[in-house]
């Protein structure tokens, strides 16, 4: 508990320097931030890391069974995945950069299954 505690902490002092460099926060504060920053998509959507032997870390995304690609993480991308990784803030924050590195392929994506809607 104030493990949790003291990590909140660190993570909302990280934020306050981000948000100061206009650069996105690594926590969502609320539920239509979360929103705000992901782009609405339905179907299925999963997002894994993958790290390779010369210590080069990666995220890769799939939407409704589409894989959209493999993108690497920066340093400090892959250090803080690290850290948080076995908590849930791990998953959120994956998320958040998955949805900024594949911020042009989702988009893609949901034309592409509007336009489909469209036509069928």
């Not at 508990?1 to 990590?7: E, I, Q, T, W």
């Not at 890769?60 to 340093?75: A, N, Y």
Request: charge should be positive; include cysteine.
């Amino acid at each position: 508990s104030d493990v949790n505690k003291a990590s909140d902490m660190i993570l909302s002092h990280i934020d306050k320097q981000r948000m100061a460099l206009d650069m996105p926060t690594l926590q969502c504060k609320t539920d239509s931030e979360a929103k705000s920053r992901t782009p609405e998509l339905s179907g299925d959507r999963e997002v894994s890391v993958q790290r390779a032997k010369k210590g080069e870390t990666s995220v890769r995304m799939t939407v409704d069974g589409e894989s959209l690609g493999i993108k690497p993480l920066s340093r400090h991308e892959a250090f803080t995945y690290n850290q948080l990784s076995n908590r849930p803030e791990g998953a959120k924050f994956i998320e958040n950069v998955a949805s900024r590195k594949f911020e042009t392929e989702l988009n893609n994506h949901s034309q592409k299954k509007e336009s489909a809607l469209k036509i069928g």
